[in-house]
């Protein structure tokens, strides 16, 4: 049975519980229940700290996790990202009382206040910098209110816990985060299909097999749903070169004939957050009919 780790609490938890029910799998029915089993898929789940899920997959505890990348990157366990899950995206950024540090971010010799000391390290010994860290479990930002760090390094969503701190960002981000799903680093990677063409990453060794490719191909198949939407219309023939270069959809669009002579229906895949502006150029075009539905799930 494959073995995964999901995260229990915390702003991780809903969303990878509402992507494993996208994705055909059963959940925990309470918020207290740590494991779930669905034996119809032959997985089991275990609902684990987002902190600690890079651990149990690393050691192979587990065979593959839901987390957050700069969990990943923290824990420094040998896990690797395998698909970037397109959800809880946030940055992580230096953060001081205005004035504090020049505009280029330069922390060195500095007191860094972090939750994620080793996101921290990393950044330092990359940029050749030496600087103080002190780990903290959360409400960092209340340590240079305290006199205990100059700087902290934290999770920046919207900015507004800064804000509140009298606190600005400082320098580039450190790292871009979303949440991710994890296997073990020596392990092989995920099948690489269309569905890369929405941002389903995928390394270069030879693809999961069994449940464990099965698991990533209908998370693939939902990062597909949410990111496209079925868009179909009608067209006189003689204008279809032109529709189908405003619509070509991933692998090609289907065209179909139509009674009335002279016209045929088109179908495509179009992406949906660009999906108001290709109807208006169709339209434009002489298209009529235009339908959007929706993409319940796919396999590309
Ligand atoms: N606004 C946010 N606050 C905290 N973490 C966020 C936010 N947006 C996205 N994340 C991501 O969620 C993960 C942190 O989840 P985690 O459950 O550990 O902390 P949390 O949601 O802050 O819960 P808590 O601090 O109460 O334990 C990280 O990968 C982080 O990048
Ligand atoms: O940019 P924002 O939208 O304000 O979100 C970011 C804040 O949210 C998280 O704090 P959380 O509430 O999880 O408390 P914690 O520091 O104790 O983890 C994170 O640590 C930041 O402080
Ligand atoms: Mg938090």
């Not at 899920?53 to 990157?73: E, K, P, Q």
């Not at 995206?89 to 939750?115: K, M, Y």
């Not at 949440?179 to 073990?184: F, K, M, Q, T, Y």
């Amino acid at each position: 049975m494959l073995r995964i780790a999901v995260p229990n609490k915390g702003t991780l938890s809903r969303p990878a519980a509402d992507m494993l029910r996208e994705a055909g799998y059963r959940q925990r029915t309470s918020d207290r229940d740590l494991v779930c089993q669905d034996e119809g898929n032959d997985v089991e789940f275990f609902y684990l700290r987002p902190r600690d899920i890079a651990t149990y997959v690393g050691s192979g505890d587990l065979d593959l996790g839901i987390t957050g990348r700069d969990l990943l990157v923290d824990s420094d366990s040998p896990a690797t990202e395998i698909l970037d899950l397109n959800f809880a995206a946030a940055s992580f950024r230096f953060a001081a009382r205005p004035g504090t540090l020049g505009p280029d971010g330069d922390v060195s010799g500095r007191r860094i206040a972090t939750s994620f000391p080793g996101v921290v390290a990393r950044h330092l010994a990359e940029h050749g910098r030496e600087a103080e860290v002190i780990r903290l479990d959360g409400a960092v930002e209340n340590a240079i209110r305290l006199g205990v760090a100059d700087v902290v390094a934290d999770v920046v969503e919207t900015g507004a816990t800064l804000r509140q701190a009298g606190l600005v960002v400082v320098g580039e981000p450190i790292l871009r985060s979303t949440a991710v799903l994890i296997g073990r680093s020596d392990a092989p990677s995920a099948p690489t299909t269309g569905a890369d063409a929405a941002g389903g990453g995928a390394g270069p060794a030879a693809p999961l097999s069994g449940q464990a490719g099965q698991l990533i191909r209908r998370l693939q198949g939902v990062l597909v749903a949410r990111r496209y939407v079925m868009l179909a219309y009608d067209v006189r023939a003689d204008l279809l070169d032109r529709a189908s270069a405003l619509t070509p959809g991933i692998e090609s669009p289907t065209i179909s004939p139509l009674h009335r002579e002279g016209w045929v229906a088109v179908q495509a895949m179009v992406r949906r957050d660009a999906v108001h502006r290709i109807m208006d150029e169709l339209y434009d075009l002489g298209a009529r009919a235009i339908l959007v539905t929706v993409i319940h799930a796919c396999r590309l």
